[in-house]
């Protein structure tokens, strides 16, 4: 039983992923092309203000996963875990953390690629 309500976090957690698909093909549809030079260009976060030229891979990894919607989805999860598993808010806010930086891991390592 405790593995469904997991899974059922984590999907409701991914909510906010989909509510940031249509605010960005919004965005998409508003903002003239000519300013759209980098998908950070229409993101909700600190690299959208960033020169795509001058910016560095990982810190443009780092900056994007510092978004509007990747943050909700951290807390989000983070709720569920602390009530689905009964953990202190220090706890499931730490979890949030672990979450947060395991997901990050991937954009770094795919930056780091690049360079």
């Known amino acids: 039983m405790v593995t469904v309500l997991a ?4 999907s409701f957690g991914l ?3 989909v509510v940031q698909q249509v605010a960005l093909s919004v965005q998409g549809l508003l903002i003239d092309p000519a300013n759209l030079m ?10 959208r203000f ?5 910016i560095q891979p990982l810190v443009g990894a780092l900056l994007d996963h510092v978004e509007l919607f990747t943050l909700w989805s951290v807390v989000l999860v983070a709720i569920g875990v602390a009530v689905i598993g009964k953990l202190s808010k220090a706890k499931a ?8 930086t ?5 954009a770094l390592y795919g930056a780091w690629k690049t360079m």
């Open 102 to 106: 395991v997901t990050l891991l991937p």
């Open 38 to 47: 980098t998908r950070f260009s229409v993101e909700l976060g600190p690299a």
């Open 7 to 10: 899974m059922v976090v984590v």
């Open 93 to 100: 806010w730490g979890f949030g953390f672990v979450y947060w």
């Open 50 to 54: 960033m020169d795509p030229a001058t």
């Open 15 to 17: 909510i906010p992923r």
